[in-house]
C-alpha cells in the first residue's frame, strides 16, 4: 500500500481536530448521535486510508457493517465537506491511473466507475482524459508485447490465425473495438514475423 499523500493526512488531521473540538464544546450537539457518527466515521476513514473510494462504494461498505443508514449518510456529507470523499477527483485518478498503467480502454474504464456508482456526468468528465492517440498508443504497445511471444513464423494460415486470435484476445479482455483491434493485432505479427526473419 502506498504511503498516505501529506494534503490527505492534513485532511484527516483536521476532520479528527473538527471532531474534537466539538466534543469539547459540552451541549452543543447531540451526545447519543456524535457517538454514532464517531464510530461510522472512523470506519469510513480506515476505508478510505486504505484507498479512494466513490461515496457508493464507502456507503455499501458501512451499511455492510451494519451501521444505521441516515448515520452512514450524515457522515458521508461531512467527508464530502472536508473533501476527503469527491467522486469527480476519485474518477479522474481512476481513469489517469488505470488507463495508463493497465492498459484499459475508455468502455471498460466507464463501465468500472459506473459499478462504482459513480455518475454519469463525473464518469464522462474523467474520461476526457482518455484520447483516440493514446488508445491507439496502449494497444499498439500490448499488441507488440504479445507478439514477442511469438519465438518462430507461422508456418500456415492455421497457425498464423491463431497467434492472431491470441493477440486480438488481449486487446479484447482489455475493452479495446474489435475492428481496430485486429488491424492492430495483424501489424504487430507482420513486425514480429519480419523481426524473426532478420535473426
Known amino acids: 500500500m502506498s504511503e498516505p499523500a501529506p494534503e490527505k493526512l492534513e485532511k484527516l488531521r483536521q476532520a479528527l481536530e473538527a471532531y474534537e473540538s ?6 452543543l450537539f447531540d451526545v447519543q448521535e456524535e457517538e454514532a457518527k464517531a464510530k461510522v466515521r472512523s470506519r469510513a476513514l480506515l476505508l478510505l486510508d486504505q484507498r479512494a473510494r466513490s461515496r457508493s462504494e464507502l456507503h455499501d461498505r458501512l451499511v455492510r457493517a451494519e451501521f444505521d443508514p441516515e448515520v452512514i449518510e450524515s457522515v458521508l456529507d461531512d467527508l464530502a465537506n472536508v473533501g476527503l470523499l469527491d467522486d469527480a477527483a476519485f474518477a479522474r485518478e481512476w481513469v489517469r491511473q488505470r488507463h495508463a498503467r493497465r492498459g484499459k480502454s475508455a468502455w471498460v474504464l466507464d463501465r468500472e466507475l459506473q459499478r462504482k456508482g459513480v455518475v454519469q456526468v463525473d464518469r464522462a468528465e474523467a474520461l476526457e482524459q482518455v484520447t483516440q492517440e493514446s488508445e491507439q498508443s496502449i494497444m499498439e504497445d500490448l499488441a507488440a508485447k504479445k507478439a514477442r511471444s511469438v519465438k518462430t513464423i507461422p508456418e500456415d494460415r492455421a497457425e498464423r490465425d491463431k497467434v492472431l486470435r491470441r493477440i486480438v ?13 485486429l488491424r492492430v493485432a495483424k501489424a504487430a505479427l507482420e513486425a514480429r514475423c519480419a523481426e524473426l526473419e532478420n535473426e
Open 22 to 27: 466539538g466534543a469539547a464544546g459540552g451541549g
Open 169 to 181: 484476445g488481449v486487446l479484447a479482455r482489455r475493452g479495446f473495438n474489435e475492428g481496430a483491434s
